[in-house]
């Protein structure tokens, strides 16, 4: 089956410093890429909707700022988490939809961020 | 009102034994359903879609029920191995969105 990949695992940070997390489709073309964000015992949040070659889509309530995206080509979206604080730790879970099927979304195995 | 609503649990199940989950929708629109797997600290696993006519995988059925806005899964049979969350998605618009329930939590005990 489809696989998304996604990078890094887990990463600890100090308070004020930005993070990377790359989402990347290894064997087919994402047009449409999801982020999503997941607190302990609480359901899936997301977070944006990224599109290839355009603008995210932000979810009401998320700082477009503070978590930038970029999907710049059909297999590769990035999260930065800039100026991370201690209440940005979750985990953040990437997926992608693969332009030749409908409905499912492939999922990336999850990053898990904790802010000292 | 939560979009997608779900039973947290946990459900403690005999091995063996059969349980069923429910999951609520509040958009009527929504064409596209799924139930999902997650294991803890893990990402989510597709399960099964539901289709409006049911469908079943080897121990598991699904059903969807439109008047009343829920879907359904059943496990037969259960195993240790079931022991997850068990998330129901909902899509939201033509961009594949999903919503997302909170899960329900199932704990076979032997």
């Known amino acids: 089956g489809a696989v998304v990949s996604q990078h ?7 308070s004020g410093t930005s993070v990377k997390i790359e989402c990347r489709s290894l064997d087919f073309q994402a047009t449409t890429m999801f982020w999503y964000r997941q607190f302990p015992k609480q359901s899936l949040m997301l977070m944006a909707t990224s599109n290839e070659g355009s603008k995210a889509t932000y979810e009401q309530g998320v700082e477009k700022d503070k978590f930038l995206i970029n999907h710049a080509s059909l297999t590769l979206s990035t999260l930065t988490v800039t100026s991370a604080h201690p209440e940005d730790s979750s985990f ?3 997926s992608a939809r693969d332009r030749r099927f409908t409905g499912e979304l492939f999922f990336g195995e999850g990053s898990r961020l904790t802010v000292l | 009102r939560k979009e997608v609503e779900q039973d947290p649990g946990p459900f403690n199940v ?8 429910n999951c609520t929708y509040s958009n009527s629109a929504s064409q596209s359903f799924f139930w999902y797997r997650q294991d803890c600290r893990k990402e989510p696993k597709l399960l099964m879609s539901v289709y409006s006519s049911g469908n079943e995988d080897g121990r598991f059925t699904a059903q969807l029920n439109r008047a009343s806005q829920y879907i359904s899964l059943l496990i037969r049979d259960s195993k240790l191995s079931d022991s997850a969350t068990y998330l129901c998605a909902v899509n939201r618009g033509s961009n594949y969105q999903l919503i997302w329930g909170a899960g329900t939590k199932l704990i076979i005990k032997p």
């Not at chain 1, 890094?8 to 100090?14: A, H, Q, R």
């Not at chain 2, 005999?14 to 989950?21: H, I, L, N, R």
């Open chain 1, 8 to 14: 890094p695992s887990w990463v600890i940070c100090k």
């Open chain 2, 14 to 21: 005999p091995e063996g034994a059969t349980v069923a989950f």
């Open chain 1, 92 to 94: 953040y879970i990437c």
